[in-house]
């Protein structure tokens, strides 16, 4: 503990009041830090607080909330709490920003480390004060006599010049959450007004003195390597040139529009490249990639032979297209070497295995890297952040000593990114006459790594490895049946590789798990003439899990009745889905019910409205949360309904916004959130547990509409009308 | 060639780099230096670049920069400041509008120019009206609402 504060004293010298909590041993589930020290709370002679952490805040939130509970737990103003934005040289190391986990995983240390700040100054304003300490409350920043307020004593003036370093104390008292003030209510994000003139700290604004502009020439084709660079054909372009290191081509430019026209102009010459499987057979190519292991989630009786004594049977295959994270804003990096040491900045949601990427890879000691992270556009996991930062760096080494900005065009975002990958599952199910589900079988294949780094663009082209492997794990997840069923058997195949190097993409698996076990659930309540939510709620003991598809039906007025609908005509069918998560089996529950409207002439597919019902434990930011559902309603409706990855060959095709659609305003439907409240249970996280309902809920619309069964995703109007064909 | 032209109700000069450059990078680069305008597609597709010229919204990344000598460009730095907000960036903040930011540049540009021409817009003739400017975020619902937040401020 020691050698663990004389470091953070060395990183935050000067007066102050500081708490250091270890947090290793279970900090991070996805990402174990390196490092020992993992957080940080510093109060500062004026009074204000600090929150220190490499958990990024990139538009979700995370800042707002952790302040809202430092500050309850300090009895501060929330103005009077920052999150300075993580920086290796600075901040703790609490590992990638991922999985919805920051609350769940920080927010009770944040409040614990705020609990012994808090104790610290009230023993220290009881002996300002001449009192005994349970004489004295804290209010507003300030330490005051219970009997007599007008006497006290700022958080400032107890600190004064002096320096204090505090161990974590498990035992300081939690405040109450009755008492709460600044907690549990909506609090608006205080970066907003900024953003909205112009201003405020963002990556893309950020301007390097006498910076250079790049542009990458990225391989056209997957694996394509450069066989001649023809330098000579941006000659007329002035103030350009070639930089090469590898397989790295890139034009660097003195003006940011020549780097522009350089990168269109110059003439590369490239080799065959690899071979992908055609978009047409990429799903059987997954089931044919060798197997690297396979995970049994769950095995309880005989499911084959329960399936085969059911009356009523089903079996069914569902497909899950290959996405791209599509951010409005293409990646960009900025770096310079400078006195042997390299400075990064850039939008990463994991700063510290950033670091550790690019020093593997240049050969650089990890404590010559600095990585600095900067908000940045919407990026939804692992996107291009980590690949430009990784060129970037590579051409700060060879332009050194003078800063380089990386800029990314948009099709070099659609084309290199890594992607989403193609998911494929394989059920069988059997259903009693009564309406019981009597067996269930699940087999899917998702890739895998056994690293949690995705290898940068900047490692292959360099040839120099970084650590990561050109794939991602953790696709697994909640391929399970959720339900109580006698004989259940899951099965998910960890491929070794499918092509675009699988990134995790919000919701990684369980969004696509969740579309094949909450269709089939949907399956077989039809095969049994079953209420889609009566069918759930029967299989389903969990009393918080009974409470959000309730809560979801509720609000979405459910009429129950068994799916499909039976009474329309016309072109046009209306049918109303559920669908039902416990993220991970362990955390959030979440419901929505999502309304159709379907075009049977020509096969458009219109979502018109979402009730969604969520159950993330303690509420710290009900507003927060709701931000959050709303946007993962919208984005999901659009993955669930347009979005395809398109090649042909080994190259990408949908390289714009032409070619790869995003749902807009006038698609939008009307969402209603209905968040329950636990104040006595865990906080969890809720950046992506709804998304995992989406596309189930809206095929399981779909199918009430109109009797056809949507398997494949995305719902574009070719696959509706060829369902409703075969209806 | 210099070229000169109204931003943001100064008059200013500065060199495109050639005759095909787009507005946005001259507005960007130094000494310009503006944040509002933004890269998203460089296509005219998504709308982040947005700006008004002579009040009516453009993609700046499909305007040529030479085009606008003598003309009135205003960014989202000319609607107002942090201090004193525009109406219609204070109703974004209020509504919350946004999460990370990156698109409503254009957002609230095309809404500047929109209710100017409709101050009474539905929520129907929002949503068409915002339909070629692209959020991945999700944000859409409350950019309908400081939209119509927007327009009523601005009717007073």
């Known amino acids: 503990m020691n050698a663990m504060l004389s470091r953070r004293a060395a990183l935050l010298a000067g007066a102050g009041l500081f708490v250091a909590f270890d947090a290793r041993a279970q900090t991070n589930l996805i990402n174990p830090p390196v490092v020992g020290v ?26 707002v909330a952790l302040s809202q509970i430092v500050a309850e737990e300090l009895d501060l103003p929330l103005s009077a709490v920052r999150m300075p934005h993580a920086d290796t040289a600075r901040s703790p190391d609490h590992g990638v920003t991922a999985g919805s986990l920051t609350l769940q995983i920080i927010g009770p240390r944040m409040r614990q480390a705020a609990a012994t700040a808090r104790l610290a100054l009230v023993r220290m304003g009881a002996q300002r004060l001449n009192v005994a300490v349970d004489a004295v409350e804290t209010h507003n920043g300030q330490v005051r006599l219970r009997a007599e307020p007008a006497r006290a004593i700022g958080y400032g003036a107890l600190i004064g010049g002096r320096r204090f370093e505090l161990p974590l104390d498990a035992q300081a008292p939690i405040k109450p959450h009755a008492q709460w003030r600044v907690a549990g209510r909506d609090a608006p994000r205080p970066d907003l007004l900024a953003k909205m003139t112009g201003g405020g700290d963002y990556l893309h604004n950020l301007r390097l003195p006498n910076m250079l502009h790049a542009r990458v020439i990225h391989p056209p084709g997957i694996g394509q390597k450069p066989v001649a660079v023809d330098a000579a054909s941006i000659g007329s372009i002035a103030n350009t040139r070639v930089v090469r290191r590898g397989d ?13 026209q350089a990168q269109r102009s110059l003439k590369v010459v490239w080799d065959e490249g690899g071979r992908i499987p055609a978009m047409a057979d990429v799903y059987q190519a997954a089931r044919d990639a060798p197997v690297v292991r396979a995970d049994t989630l769950v095995n309880r009786g005989d499911a084959a032979a329960a399936i085969a004594a059911s009356p009523h049977k089903r079996a069914a295959t569902y497909t899950y297209a290959v996405q791209s994270h599509a951010t409005i804003g293409p990646s960009c990096a900025l770096a310079q070497f ?3 040491l390299l400075t990064v900045h850039s939008g990463s949601q994991a700063p510290f295995d950033l670091r550790g990427q690019i020093a593997t890879m240049l050969g650089l000691a990890v404590e010559k890297v600095r990585v600095i992270y900067h908000p940045s556009s919407g990026c939804f996991g692992r996107n291009g952040l980590e690949d430009a930062a990784s060129e970037c760096a590579v051409l700060a080494m060879e332009l050194a000593p003078r800063p380089v900005r990386l800029q990314w065009m948009r099709h070099d975002e659609m084309a290199n990114e890594p992607k ?9 199910g059997g259903v009693s006459n009564e309406g019981r589900m009597l067996g269930w079988q699940g087999e899917g294949w998702v890739p ?10 900047a490692s292959a082209l360099v040839g120099a490895a970084d650590g990561g492997q050109p794939g991602s794990g953790n696709w697994h997840a909640n391929a399970n049946p959720p339900y109580d069923i006698p004989a259940a058997k899951a099965v998910m195949h960890r491929v070794a590789n499918t092509p675009f190097r699988p990134s995790w993409i919000r919701t990684p698996g369980r969004l696509q798990n969740c579309f094949a076990v909450e269709s089939f659930t949907d399956e077989l309540a039809a095969a049994a003439g079953q209420d889609p939510v009566a069918f759930r709620l029967a299989h389903m003991a969990d009393p918080r899990a009974r409470a959000v598809i309730e809560g979801a039906a509720q609000a979405a007025n459910w009429d129950g009745r068994p799916s499909p609908r039976r009474d329309q005509s016309g072109d046009i069918r209306l049918g109303r889905g559920i669908a039902y998560i416990r993220y991970d089996n362990v955390r959030t529950y979440a419901a929505a019910v999502m309304a159709v409207a379907v075009n049977t002439r020509n096969g458009q597919i219109r979502v018109t409205d979402c009730w969604a019902a969520q159950d993330c434990g303690q509420v710290i930011n009900p507003d927060g949360i709701r931000l959050q559902v709303e946007g993962q309603v919208i984005q999901t409706i659009s993955r669930t309904l347009l979005e395809e990855i398109q090649w042909e060959g080994n190259r990408i095709t949908s390289l714009d916004w032409s070619t790869y659609k995003l749902l807009e305003f006038p698609e939008v439907p009307a969402i209603q959130t209905t968040i329950i409240d636990r ?4 906080m969890w996280g809720a950046g992506e547990m709804v998304t995992s309902v989406i596309s189930a809920a809206v095929g399981n619309a779909v199918f009430d509409a109109t009797g056809a069964r949507l398997r494949h995703a995305p719902f574009t109007p070719e696959r509706m009308l060829a369902a409703l064909a075969s209806v | 060639m210099s070229i ?4 943001n109700g100064r008059p200013v000069q500065a060199t495109p780099a050639d005759a095909q450059m787009p507005l946005l990078y001259l507005l960007r680069e130094e000494p310009l230096a503006l944040n509002g305008p933004r890269f998203g597609c460089g296509l005219g597709q998504c709308g982040a670049c947005t700006v008004l010229i002579d009040g009516t919204a453009m993609r700046s990344c499909q305007i040529a920069a030479e085009t606008v000598a003598g003309r009135a460009v205003v960014t989202l730095e000319g609607l107002g400041t942090q201090a004193a907000p525009h109406p219609i960036q204070a109703a974004f903040a209020a509504e919350g509008a946004g999460q990370c930011g990156y698109c409503t540049n254009g957002m609230m540009m095309q809404t500047a120019d929109f209710l100017a021409r409709n101050r009474r817009p539905t929520e129907e003739q929002i949503r068409e009206e915002l339909a070629r400017n692209l959020c991945r975020c999700g944000a859409h ?16």
Do not use: Y
């Open chain 1, 448 to 457: 895998h790594s056994t690293v949690v780094l995705v290898q940068t663009t």
């Open chain 1, 420 to 428: 989403g990958p193609p998911t494929i599952m394989m059920l069988a």
């Open chain 1, 338 to 340: 400078e006195d042997g």
């Open chain 1, 679 to 682: 104040p006595d249970q865990p």
């Open chain 2, 141 to 156: 619902p409350r950019i309908i609402r400081a939209v119509q937040r927007a327009a009523t401020a601005m009717n007073g």
């Open chain 1, 38 to 63: 993992d957080g940080l709370l510093a109060i500062g002679t004026d009074g204000t607080c600090e929150v220190l952490t490499s958990k990024t805040e990139f538009g979700q939130g995370i800042d």
């Open chain 1, 248 to 260: 790295l081509v890139a034009v660097v430019a003195e003006r940011e529009w020549l780097a522009v």
């Open chain 2, 4 to 7: 000169r032209f109204t931003l």
